[in-house]
């Protein structure tokens, strides 16, 4: 029953973005692009509404509640009540600021000195269908036993069709918001949403929620959207490894990304690029560490989606990795003072060719010695069983002549 209704409220209130790959989820805060944190005192106008239509008064009404409730369980927001907006503005007046091109002929500068902005929304579409359609399906003959009986060709025997009344009832809402300053009168912030439609539908007989009911829940979802275009809302967005990046360098719109730094080197790159949209204007945190090791070099930073592509990046001097000891490190992106790392790159600090070649060349000294070492002493073991097996065999011949010359 109204079918879709309640997910795709729960899909506006919370955004899913899900994708492929490893990596993790966060939740952040997704700020709506116009300037709000000046605007905190709001007052919501009642919705306008197509007059002529049944259930669009009804509709208007809901959506207007709908708005003002999840404005004022934003947190972000205080929201003054209707009977303070009613003291002020009359009904005329909120009717025509729905519909002129500019408001300040409506609402004088400083008229409304209650709230910095007025939320005036305006649904422009409400629209109810009822559709009829038949669903035809063949009536089998069955045997005493109630199986279907078929011919000779093993085909079933088809003794009439039967037909199925569908009715679908289908309903739809769409409209607009404005933010008005109240001080100038003048438009901060305009929205508009495409048109929401629910249906429901049912066999042999008309489904329980009317059109108008289906219409009047579009509204609702429809004032949902308008404050999540409003409002900052919290939301869960999943972060892909790729994001994190460790590179020597970046030329042509390219990181040149690298597994491992070479020591040589004086400094290299890490970068957090192609964030979601839905970061933009969200504190995050770059660290490094070596493996299984405290942080050795963090970096805070708000995350901007003007440059995607490149992100952010930051040098760090090579000296930091070699002066903390070991070869493994890790890169870790936290969100904001969290403890846990949303993703973390493992690399290593590569050295020198002629070190590594210097290195081995002494363990294959080491192993050497180590050979020699165990060689001279299983032959000086053999010596001694050898000197101990002579001494046991003289000692048996000056028994044998003792007991000859007795």
């Known amino acids: 029953m109204l079918r879709g209704m309640y997910a795709l409220s729960v899909m506006a209130l919370v955004v899913l973005c899900g994708c492929e790959g490893g990596?993790?989820?966060?939740?952040?805060?997704?700020?709506?692009?116009?300037?709000?944190?000046?605007?905190?005192?709001?007052?919501?106008?009642?919705?306008?509404?197509?007059?002529?239509?049944?259930?669009?008064?009804?509709a208007a009404r809901q959506a207007t509640i709908m708005l003002e409730d999840l404005l004022a369980a934003n947190g972000n927001f205080q929201v003054l009540?209707?009977?303070?907006?009613?003291?002020?503005?009359?009904?005329?007046?909120?009717?025509?600021?729905?519909?002129?091109?500019?408001?300040?002929?409506?609402?004088?500068?400083?008229?409304?000195?209650?709230?910095?902005?007025?939320?005036?929304?305006?649904?422009?579409?409400?629209?109810t269908q009822v559709e009829r359609t038949e669903l035809r399906r063949p009536v089998y003959a069955l045997d005493r036993n109630g199986r279907i009986r078929r011919d000779r060709?093993?085909?079933?025997l088809v003794i009439r069709e039967e037909v199925i009344p569908v009715i679908r009832h289908v309903g739809t809402a769409g409209g607009s918001v404005r933010v008005i300053d109240a001080a100038t009168g003048k438009v901060v912030f305009s929205h508009r949403t495409p048109p929401i439609s629910f249906d429901d539908a049912q066999r042999g007989s008309p489904p329980r929620a009317s059109p108008q009911d289906l219409a009047i829940a579009a509204a609702r979802e429809?004032?949902?959207?308008?404050?999540?275009?409003?409002?900052?809302?919290?939301?869960?967005?999943?972060?892909?490894?790729?994001?994190?990046?460790?590179?020597?360098?970046?030329?042509?719109?390219?990181?040149?990304?690298v597994k491992e730094v070479p020591t040589t080197l004086d400094q290299f790159l890490v970068a957090v690029r192609q964030l979601p949209g839905e970061c933009d204007r969200n504190r995050f945190r770059v660290a490094l560490a070596p493996e299984g090791g405290r942080n050795i070099w963090e970096q805070e930073f708000v995350w901007t989606a003007n440059n995607p592509l490149r992100g952010q990046s930051w040098t760090v001097p090579v000296e930091l990795l070699r002066s903390a000891g070991g070869e493994k490190f890790v890169?870790?992106?936290?969100?904001?003072?969290?403890?846990?790392?949303?993703?973390?790159?493992e690399f290593k600090l590569k050295p020198p060719e002629n070190e590594k070649a210097k290195g081995g060349k002494a363990a294959r000294g080491r192993r050497a010695k180590s050979d020699k070492e165990s060689a001279d002493e299983r032959s000086a073991n053999a010596d001694d069983k050898d000197d101990g097996q002579q001494d046991d065999r003289e000692e048996d011949d000056e028994e044998e002549e003792?007991?000859?010359e007795d």
């Open 23 to 58: 990596g993790a989820k966060t939740r952040i805060t997704a700020y709506p692009d116009w300037n709000w944190e000046a605007y905190r005192r709001l007052a919501v106008a009642p919705f306008e509404y197509p007059r002529n239509k049944p259930g669009a008064a009804e």
């Open 81 to 127: 009540d209707r009977a303070s907006l009613k003291q002020v503005l009359t009904e005329q007046d909120l009717s025509q600021l729905a519909d002129v091109a500019d408001p300040s002929t409506v609402l004088p500068p400083g008229k409304l000195q209650i709230a910095q902005a007025l939320v005036v929304g305006k649904l422009t579409e409400f629209d």
């Open 153 to 156: 060709a093993g085909r079933p």
């Open 222 to 257: 429809m004032a949902v959207d308008c404050h999540n275009h409003i409002a900052p809302i919290r939301t869960d967005v999943k972060l892909k490894s790729q994001m994190l990046i460790v590179a020597l360098d970046y030329y042509d719109g390219e990181y040149d990304k």
């Open 331 to 345: 890169l870790k992106l936290y969100s904001g003072s969290d403890e846990q790392p949303l993703l973390d790159r």
């Open 402 to 404: 003792e007991e000859e």
